[in-house]
């Protein structure tokens, strides 16, 4: 294995960032971060992500709507010892990982490409070069 290649995360780093998942989402839906600003956004945690020594974790978030971005994860980051704090208290671990957050993506580029794939000139290829099947499949 190359030095540069990702290692896929363990069971435990699985489960371990499922349960901070939910927990998160509990906390902030319940508004126990104690920054003001994070009581009026909606947030959704959509992934975490745990490092190999569970020492540290990135959230994925994305707000509601997807609107003011920059500003959630700002106070997200105001938040984060307020909320590794309420995480030592609600999950078992022996550490509490550091936190911190990202915008999630994917939802971004899940509809970029789909865009891709709708439009007239992706379709127009991939009709062309889809073979006319016949009844049993093979193609003619």
Known sequence: MSRGAAKAPSQRQLRVGEQIRHALA????????HVDALTHR??????????PDLKSATVFVTP???QDVTGTLADLRTAAPVLRHELARDINLRFTPRLS???DR?????AKIDSLLRSDRVRRDTAAATPEEDDDGAAS
């Open 101 to 103: 957050f990202q915008a």
């Open 42 to 51: 909606d947030v959704t945690v959509t992934e975490v992500r745990v490092s």
């Open 26 to 33: 509990r906390l902030l839906q319940e508004g126990r971060t």
């Open 64 to 66: 509601l709507g997807g």
């Open 106 to 110: 994917s939802f971004d580029e899940a």
